[in-house]
Nanobody, 117 residues
Framework: QVQLVESGGGLVQPGGSLRLSCAAS????????MDWYRQAPGKERELVAT???????NYADSVKGRFTISRGNAKNTVYLQMNSLNPEDTAVYYC???????????WGQGTLVTVSS
């Protein structure tokens, strides 16, 4: 199993920045990729950014050029650097890990990001 714990959410003004962290523990050597999703009030959960075990990244069109996904040196922590935030980025942000050959998906508990003046 893999356990995921997100942190770094909070209240930020439009145009501001935040960095989210996701710390993974457990069978981290079997992680194929890690993603950040978000779910805004009344909306479906959407994929924001992905980073594979090889370091390949992909982004939703809505965040390209503003958000950056990266991994720590120990590769058990994934970050989401969010710049130029706007109110439409307000959501609960979830870390997700795809693990093993089946594969199995694990989720963190989420961290709330609120962009408001």
């Amino acid at each position: 199993q893999v356990q995921l714990v997100e942190s770094g959410g909070g209240l930020v003004q439009p145009g501001g920045s935040l960095r989210l962290s996701c710390a993974a523990s457990g069978m981290i050597r079997s992680i194929n990729r890690m993603d950040w999703y978000r779910q805004a009030p009344g909306k479906e959960r959407e994929l924001v950014a992905t980073i594979t075990s090889g370091g390949t990244t992909n982004y939703a069109d809505s965040v390209k050029g503003r958000f950056t996904i990266s991994r720590g040196n120990a590769k058990n922590t994934v970050y989401l650097q969010m710049n130029s935030l706007n109110p439409e980025d307000t959501a609960v942000y979830y870390c997700n890990a795809e693990v093993g050959v089946l594969p199995i998906t694990y989720w963190g508990q989420g961290t709330l990001v609120t962009v408001s003046s």
